[in-house]
């Protein structure tokens, strides 16, 4: 029998084996019976079956090395068939030998091995002391509590740049050319209109992620991953948090930090504010704020307040009709799966950091329920390339520690693409 055939043979037994002893081990782990006479022959076999193989396997590689294939060398021929053919499966060329049957014997040997793993948990202790010992286990699923985030990202635009500021040129000018008769103004017509230089400075930011290192040993799943993934989620959580009320001059810079414009709103740097009627939400509030917006922001314009604002928008009435709270509703509902509400036809979203009415619907003077806009024309979020990620299992030994930083800024591109509404 030449060499191939023999692991051939002996994969056939091996697999024969294996069945047998998974039933084996079923029994066996029914009686507690760790030592089975069959278990015990059936790993002594299966012991002599690797070992034989494993010299069978040395001869074939020997003999192929050794190039020793003359014309009337079938067992020396055959070996050599037998490892090309293995070497070119996944290019249609296996004609003599079925590799999956070594694959499939891979998997039963695995499986195997962790069979006689369980079977030793059994029985680890005497009946007195309890008798099965049941190991303790980490579910395969992170619980987390629920954590609000911005969609500042997903309006505002965002640049990637290799270095630590983003700068952009700004044209001032916009009262238009001049006709012949109005030459003469030219001057006075243009001395302010001039152009200018805005400039967005990125800052780092910090994620720090501490666990024991039992954590990491212990548990069925990547928790690693899962500690990057929530680090990410830390990130959105303080842009979000600066996006609307940073005023430090680091990272993001709030929206609500820019100083108020006029409600014409034609400049860079400020933002218009539109005064409301009361101290709680009028139906006249919203056709205020989105009417104040130029009319080449308006396709691209999005409206945002806090869930609870929600509340309130939604039980705005016309109250057009003979009697209180008879009109019609502004709220619009969008049957349309994935798309948002819309009041006033303008898309609007919910934004945590946005300040929440009090229990009976009422603001604070000053307070800015909602602001209006075109996202991507009025603001920068500028991130430096990168995330540095550090593993730190020394310092706070024998916890680990995760250190991950980014830098990112942003700032106010055109101020009077965006509005926002100003409680009295």
């Not at 760790?34 to 396997?57: H, P, W, Y």
């Not at 505002?156 to 000018?173: D, F």
């Not at 929600?310 to 057009?320: I, N």
């Not at 502004?330 to 929440?356: D, H, S, Y």
Request: net charge negative; hydrophobic share 40%; proline share 2%.
């Amino acid at each position: 029998m030449s060499e191939v055939a023999e692991i051939k043979t002996l994969i056939a037994e091996q697999n024969t084996i294996f069945e047998e002893y998974k039933s084996e081990v079923t029994k066996a782990s029914e009686l507690g019976n760790k030592n089975s006479d069959a278990l015990v022959a059936m790993d002594t076999r299966f012991d002599q079956i690797s070992e034989g193989m494993v010299k069978l396997e040395n001869v074939v590689k020997r003999q192929t090395e050794m190039k020793t294939m003359s014309a009337d060398g079938d067992v020396n021929k055959e070996c050599y068939n037998f490892l090309m053919n293995i070497k070119q499966v996944g290019r249609g060329k296996m004609d003599e030998f079925n590799t999956n049957e070594l694959d499939s014997n891979k998997k039963a040997i695995e499986e195997f091995e962790l069979q006689k793993k369980s079977l030793a948990q059994f029985n680890e202790r005497d009946d007195a002391a309890g008798g099965v010992t049941v190991m303790p286990v980490i579910d395969s699923m992170i619980g987390k509590l629920v954590r609000e985030f911005s969609q500042a990202r997903g309006v505002a635009s965002v640049a990637s740049i290799p270095g630590n500021e983003w700068q952009r040129l700004i044209r001032k000018q916009t009262n238009g050319a001049l006709r012949r008769s109005a030459l003469s103004n030219f001057d006075d017509a243009t001395k302010s209109d001039r152009y200018g230089l805005i400039k967005i400075l990125v800052d780092d930011l910090f994620s720090i992620v501490p666990f024991t290192d039992n954590l990491e040993m212990d548990t069925s799943f990547n928790v690693v991953q899962d500690i990057l993934s929530s680090a990410a989620e830390d990130f959105a959580i303080t842009e979000g948090e600066e996006f609307i009320n940073n005023a430090t001059g680091e990272g993001l810079r709030g929206l609500l930090s820019y100083t108020s414009d006029t409600a014409t709103g034609n400049s860079f740097d400020k933002i218009a504010s539109i005064a409301s009627a009361a101290s709680s939400l009028a139906f006249n509030d919203v056709w205020n704020i989105l009417y104040s917006l130029k009319t080449a922001y308006r396709g691209g314009s999005v409206a945002f307040c806090n869930r609870l604002t929600f509340r309130e928008l939604r039980k705005l009435r016309s109250d057009s009709g003979a009697g209180a709270n008879t009109g019609q509703y502004l709220w619009e509902f969008n049957n349309q799966i994935g798309q948002p509400a819309t009041i006033g036809g303008v898309p609007i979203r919910e934004m945590p950091e946005l300040v929440a009415p009090a229990a009976n619907g009422t603001f604070t003077t000053g307070d800015v329920p909602l602001i209006y806009g075109d996202f991507k024309a009025g603001y920068k979020i500028v991130d430096a390339m990168g995330i540095v990620t550090t593993r730190d299992n020394l310092t706070q030994y024998p916890d680990i520690v995760y250190k991950l930083k980014k830098r990112s800024g942003g700032g106010l591109t055109k101020g009077e693409a965006i509005k926002k509404l100003t409680m009295v």
